[in-house]
């Protein structure tokens, strides 16, 4: 592993309420993080903070589209936007559509294994390097999301 990252492991799980498995990265979030969503050419999270209630934002992916319907997808495992995202259940997502108010339903068995494997067969970026470091579709939090009427 490098020097950026290191993997993040609880033998429980996220299905006892604690977080499961992440590829953690220190220099990205507190360097490159802030300098990405200044600049503005990545889509951007802006999600509320599961305990502290702060807005977080967070630059993305372009949501993963799939059979007509976007979903968000974490690489890197059960990170703290995705904790995030599933305690809030909604956000705000920029991207090149503009700012839009999202619900975020989280996906879990057969389904969000499905959009794992689909997402990792299809994506070329870096991303593909932590999903080979966490093989387990489980290790991946998904979420479909859909805009909410303003």
């Given amino acids: ?4 990252e ?6 429980h799980g996220a299905a006892e309420g604690r977080p499961g498995t992440y590829v953690q990265s220190g220099v990205q979030c507190k360097v490159v993080n802030p300098i990405t969503v200044a600049l503005g050419r990545k889509p951007v999270l802006f999600v ?3 305990k502290s209630g702060k807005l977080h934002k967070v630059p993305m992916d372009p949501p993963f589209e799939w059979n007509g319907t976007r979903y ?8 703290h936007w995705a904790r995030n995202l599933r305690a809030a259940g909604e956000a705000d997502l920029r991207t ?3 700012l839009e108010h999202v619900r975020a339903v989280e996906l879990h068995g057969a389904e969000r294994d499905a959009v794992v494997k689909t997402y ?3 994506i070329t970026c870096h991303c593909l390097h932590y999903m080979k470091q966490l093989p387990d579709p489980a290790d991946h939090p998904v979420f479909r999301i859909e805009p909410t009427a303003t």
């Fill in 120 to 122: 990792a067969s299809t």
């Fill in 6 to 11: 290191h993997l993040e492991t609880n033998p």
């Fill in 48 to 50: 509320r903070g599961r």
């Fill in 72 to 79: 968000l997808v974490s690489p890197r495992g059960d990170t």
């Fill in 1 to 4: 592993m490098g020097v950026i």
């Fill in 96 to 98: 090149r559509r503009g």
